[in-house]
């Protein structure tokens, strides 16, 4: 099929009689180029042939582009010792004048050619640089895009290029049109240009860059007076060009923008001057604000002040001096050279020592294509060192695989779906403070803690009354200020886990957790010994009271578990982590070491305890109604049981942000569960029911409850 596509369209040019200088060198690895050595006429032709590019006029941008070429590969196989780039290799080069389209398909095809038969051909491309315009440029970029030959153009701009989909071999050197759009806008609004005629070359740099200005112009209050398509030159658009001219004079604008290619600019701007338009302001691109072949339009400058958006200016030291020795290097190399170099004649024809000899000046030149064209070879270096494993100082010559197929794995940070050629970044999974779910748990936890520290305050306020004393009297300000802890915890679950976060997360609650249920666990043992064992054991209480039994147990009971929790911060201390094993397409943000030996034991005892709990306080169930919580203290600990239930079992088989809203939900649960099954009940007779609330009444309980028993 390679040759089906390449000898018809190689017919016309075929003939051509001359051979080209410096445009070809021979190494053990060959990239390619595609530069505008001259300027050709585009003619349309029934036949498919092209003219000679010779036959044009000489295009002195381009050659200073072969020139950065050169220079690029020569400095690179001249390095030694250390700035040895590629030891033991040499770089060569083919290059093509794409004076027209026509030549950029041509120059397109012959590549496209030599990656069907690659047998023949020896020794292989590995890269193309080129060409200088985004319209030339989509060919290449798809028709080689199947080969996956890397393509790395300096000029061409178009933000459609970026789409790694359609292009997967397409590289550039230069900023995509996005950035001079975004640089137009800032232009504009600096001077509050806000009234202005809008300009696009007909291809698609310039419909590209036309729609993307147009669509962001009303965002900023920009009004488009005037929008129109400058057309490529021919007989048939002369009339075009007039009337556009015309129009924008209309519209008395004094601002236009210009996105246009520069040959499509060279072919306008004399229909501007012909009608005698001055004093404008004209903001153009890159691609034709800084070229010679617009700037060297005779009485160009009449046409107003011309603001250009380009490329930030390089240093690029050695090139001067590279461009004054061209001369005599390319007189040495005309004798070198032979016509069986040429695979497509009409493209490979031009004599760059004729070039040469006409001495085109890097003064008033624009030299940053230049540069984009040496750091696109250097790049090509660079991903060779890498293939060939220069390392070690020694290049490997193994054989390169510019068209393989072969999968690469993404980076960590990204996957990519099945048979996909493009990777994705991977979902960060975590809890954030503005997401939806976490504002409702917030809102939850500011009720909580309001719940908490009010009931605090009303149990301060009546700690001498009966109700308080039966229910703990100052061991329910310490439950009451554990409970307040344990909500706090919830805080170091929201937004991307930090080191403090991921100490406290856990442990300040199952901390706080164990000091409430021990307050309630030495509760329900002092109403039982008082009600039940006082008779069988009468020595026993007064043991337990005078000894100070109910702090003690406290104080054991929560040292205990803080000495567990300072063991399992210092054997499996907890930090931030990216987990990315748990889902092929997301990053879970956690804290590590959530199950391990020491978190286990942690909530091993709170579990035990828990259950201790229980037993008194169900051993209770008969008491009188002012000391009996056993149906509060059973309903608090079975919602706290279920809530952690539920949590566990979402937690082993999803780690995402729901499970983290769970374990949120399932903290400040069990905090509500005993603040509604021990507390409430109080403070509902504190508020409610102060009748209750007396001596008196305590008392009476006791008697009716010490006669049903008798």
Sequence with gaps: MGELLYRPMLLGCIWSCCYGTGLQLKGDFTIYGMFPLHNAGQTISAAPCMTDCKQGTDNKHGFHLVQALRYAVEEINNSTGKDQLLPGITLGYQTYDTCSRRASVLATVDLVSQQYNRVDVEPRAVALIGPDSSDYAFTPAAALGAFLLPQISYEASNEMLSNKMLYPAFFRTIPSDKNQVDAMILILLRFNWTWIALLGSDN?????????????????????????VIPSLSSGTQQRMRDIVRNIIKTKVNTIVVFSSKRIAKGFFPFVMEQNVTDKVWIGTEDWSMATLVSGIPGISTIGTVLGVSVQYAPFSGFQDFENQAVSKLRDLSALNSSNDMVVPCLQNTDLYIMATKIYSLENYDITSSFNVYKAVYAVAHALRQVLKCDSGQCEKIEIQAGSTRCQSCAQGQ??????????????????????????????????????????????????TPVVKSAGGRTCLLMLLSLTAASCSTLCHFGTPSQPA???????????????????????????CIFKWSSKLPRFYETWAKNRGPEMFILVTSGVE???????????????????????????????????????????????????????????????????????????????????????????????PVTMALEVAAVLCSVLGILGGYFLPKVYIMLVKSQMNTTAHFQNCIQMYTMTKQ
């Excluded at 740099?205 to 929008?227: E, H, N, T, V």
């Design 562 to 656: 803080f000495l567990i929790s300072v063991l399992h911060v210092a054997l499996y201390t907890p930090f931030p982590s990216e987990n990315y094993d748990l889902y092929f397409d997301s990053i879970v943000l956690e804290c590590s070491n959530a199950l391990s030996p020491g978190a286990f034991v942690e909530i091993l005892f709170v579990s035990l305890l828990s259950i201790l709990c229980f037993c008194l306080s169900y051993m209770g169930k008969d008491l009188p109604a002012n000391y009996n919580e056993a149906k509060c203290i059973t309903f608090s600990l079975m919602i706290c049981i279920i809530s952690w239930i539920s949590f566990f079992t979402v937690y082993s088989v999803n780690r995402g």
């Design 415 to 464: 996957w990519s779906p099945a048979e996909s050629e493009a990777c994705l970044n991977r979902t960060v999974l975590y809890l954030p403070w503005d997401a939806p779910l976490s504002l409702a748990l917030l809102v939850l936890l500011a009720s909580t803690l309001l719940l908490t520290l009010g009931t605090a305050a009303l149990f301060l306020r009546n700690l001498t």
């Design 502 to 528: 991921c100490l406290l997360k856990q442990s300040l609650f199952l901390f706080s957790f164990t000091i409430c249920l021990a307050c309630v666990t030495v509760r329900s043992f002092q109403v039982v």
């Design 204 to 228: 698609s740099y310039g419909q590209q860059g036309m729609l993307s200005l147009s669509q962001q112009a009303s965002d900023y209050d920009i009004c488009i007076a005037y929008q129109a």
